[in-house]
């Protein structure tokens, strides 16, 4: 995440809050008050001119006129800002080619390749990835010392392209499967679309993913991670 975006995400968040503030003065300004044709006088409103008098009891609660654009110019920001800031995923477009896994793999000793032919061949069966297909810039690492693949592929027939996420058990278990499918409050976000295998566990995403930030990298990583953690840990208590 560069600093950049991260300073634009706030300053918006931060616009939207001021905005806010700003409507709802307005809005308080002009409930109980005198309009600006009329002149205080107590707890009367006085209209200049023909000297009619109302008292401030009877006035509307509607507020300055500017208030609720105001104040949904505001919420509106304020609602980009927490999303940009919590919520975006900043990380760089394909545009940027696969220069960011390149030097991941230079930077930590994991390895990367840019075509993969066999990669998918045990996932023939999923419809994302479908038969025959290639796995394109991938990293091959480990984590916490689960072995992992991050790889970007091709859909059969639209072609759209995504990025895919793998993590690797360290011993194949049929009980996997049909644990990890129950494990529903586990795959909420980061994670798009889990898949289970009695080896391994993947995060298909929805589109393709660049980033020079490890961590960036290594969201969906460390959430399939956990789930096999928590597999692995219940399969020893159980032993």
């Known amino acids: 995440m ?3 975006a991260v300073r634009s995400s706030w300053i918006v968040l931060l616009a939207g809050l001021a905005v806010l503030v ?41 507020g300055h006129p500017a208030a609720p654009l105001t104040l949904g110019l505001g919420g509106l920001l304020g609602a980009a800002g927490v999303w940009l800031v919590f919520f975006a995923d900043r990380s760089v477009r394909p545009v940027t080619g696969v220069g960011d896994r390149i ?9 990367f390749a840019d075509v993969d032919r066999e990669l998918l061949a045990d996932w023939a069966d999923n419809p994302d990835f479908g038969a025959d297909q290639r796995a394109y810039a991938v990293l091959r690492g480990s984590y916490q010392d689960l072995e992992f693949v991050v790889f970007d592929f ?13 993590v690797y058990l360290p011993h194949p278990s049929r009980t996997f499967v049909e644990w990890a499918t129950t494990q529903q409050p586990l795959y909420r976000r980061p994670l ?34 956990e789930i096999v953690q928590r597999f692995e840990a219940r399969t020893a208590a159980s032993s």
Request: charged share 25%; net charge positive.
């Open 192 to 225: 798009h679309k889990v898949g289970v295998r009695s080896d391994a566990i993947v995060d298909i995403g929805r589109e393709q993913h660049r980033s020079t930030d490890p961590e960036a990298v290594l969201r969906q990583v460390r959430a399939l991670a």
């Open 2 to 4: 560069g600093a950049r």
């Open 103 to 111: 030097e991941l793999a230079r930077r930590h000793g994991w390895r």
């Open 154 to 166: 091709r859909r059969p027939g639209s072609g759209s392209a995504g990025t895919a996420w793998i």
């Open 22 to 62: 700003v409507g709802i003065g307005l809005l308080l300004d002009g409930t109980g008050g005198c309009a600006a044709a009329e002149m205080r006088a107590g707890n009367k409103c006085i209209t200049d001119g023909d000297g009619a008098a109302r008292t401030l009891d009877q006035t509307t609660a509607e």
